[in-house]
């Protein structure tokens, strides 16, 4: 299924795609009006997950059931996030050439504001600063994202007033569907929910300045509408290989990098055998893969511009679309 969180008369409600994505099925009303009664998992999409398998059993007898003509054009509606606000967000680093081009970026703009540029590069490299940290092969690295933040697709992205290079990053990510610790590597897909688009936004020229405190990003991610999310959660049932899908970024309609979660170093099942090591993880919490290779503008030294409509395309889910826009002075 692919379940979205959508406004009717102000309020977030919890729905279905149907019709090839065109038109939603209000979960509530429809079991109410299939069945005679409420199911109190329908709710939120944050209750639904909770609902666990059951839940969702019953979601899909409700759109089946659900009469064709009470069903809402999407085009008429606001999707929000799939989970407006999740209890917990991680993001985390599973693409490898996504850091090396990323980190020689960074490098570039450093050596770029000093006398000798040239020079600056070379001494860079020959130190090893900005270089991927022997870490990331070790295990997973991950920070806490600002989960108040999300947004979801369609909605403006409201650009930092201490920022003067803005990017995206193109990512997917898994919502837990079960509680659990110490949970092995080989039982680990059992407790993915399903998948979304997520576009980290970021303030590159603060998370630059502030990389050196070694704490992870702070102000260069946390600002308010930085995390868009959508425009759909696909339930993993449906999504059967995440591990296959072509990803792509466009800014204003033009392609501007593509890439494949085939390519991820660190897999979903490797997230959660690590972070749940003696910490337990709870249904509704959101873990983002990082960004694919060729997946942000850092990485083609591009940055985003007043008005810029970002398009992050992950097969099988769908389009997360977001405009950027200056702040009023």
């Known amino acids: 299924m692919k379940l979205v969180t959508y406004q009717k008369k102000g309020k977030p409600r919890a729905g279905a795609l149907v019709d090839g994505d065109r038109k939603i099925v209000d979960l509530a009303d429809a079991h109410k009006e299939a069945f005679g009664k409420s199911y109190p998992a329908f709710a939120s999409i944050q209750a639904l997950i909770e609902a666990g398998e059951e839940g969702l059993d019953l979601a899909k007898k409700t759109v089946k ?3 064709k003509g009470d069903a809402v054009s999407r085009k008429d509606v606001r999707l929000l996030a799939p989970v407006p606000v999740p209890i917990q967000m991680r993001d985390c680093l599973c693409f490898e ?6 980190f020689n970026a960074v490098r570039r703009i450093r050596a770029n504001a000093t006398p000798d540029p040239e020079a600056a590069m070379k001494e860079f490299e020959e130190k090893g ?3 991927i940290p022997k870490t990331f092969y070790e295990q997973p690295i991950y920070y806490k994202a600002n989960r108040f933040s999300v947004i979801g697709t369609d909605q403006d992205v409201l650009w930092p007033s201490y920022s003067t290079l803005m990017d995206f990053e193109l990512e997917f990510g898994f919502y837990v569907g079960t509680k659990g610790v110490d949970i092995p590597k080989d039982k680990a897909r059992e407790h993915i929910y399903g998948y979304t688009i997520f576009n980290d ?3 590159r020229d603060a998370q630059t300045q ?3 405190g070694q704490l992870g990003p702070a102000k260069g991610k946390d600002f308010d509408y930085g995390n868009a999310m959508g425009p759909c959660l696909v339930t993993a049932d449906e999504l059967k290989d995440p591990y296959n899908l072509t990803m792509i970024c466009r800014v204003n309609g033009e392609e501007w990098g593509r890439g494949s979660t ?3 170093h660190w897999k979903f ?3 959660i055998a690590h972070v749940s090591r003696s910490e337990t993880i709870y249904p509704g919490e959101f873990f983002g893969s990082g960004t694919v290779g060729n997946g942000c503008g850092l990485e083609h030294m591009k940055f985003l511009k007043h008005g810029d409509a970002v398009e992050l395309e992950v097969e099988g889910i769908g389009i ?3 405009r950027v826009l200056t702040r009023p002075s």
């Open 269 to 271: 099942e490797d997230l």
């Open 320 to 322: 997360l679309r977001n």
């Open 262 to 264: 085939s390519t991820m």
């Open 65 to 67: 059931k659900a009469a």
């Open 210 to 212: 502030e990389m050196g």
């Open 201 to 203: 936004f970021s303030a």
């Open 97 to 102: 050439t996504h850091l090396k081009q990323s």
């Open 129 to 131: 600063v900005f270089a």
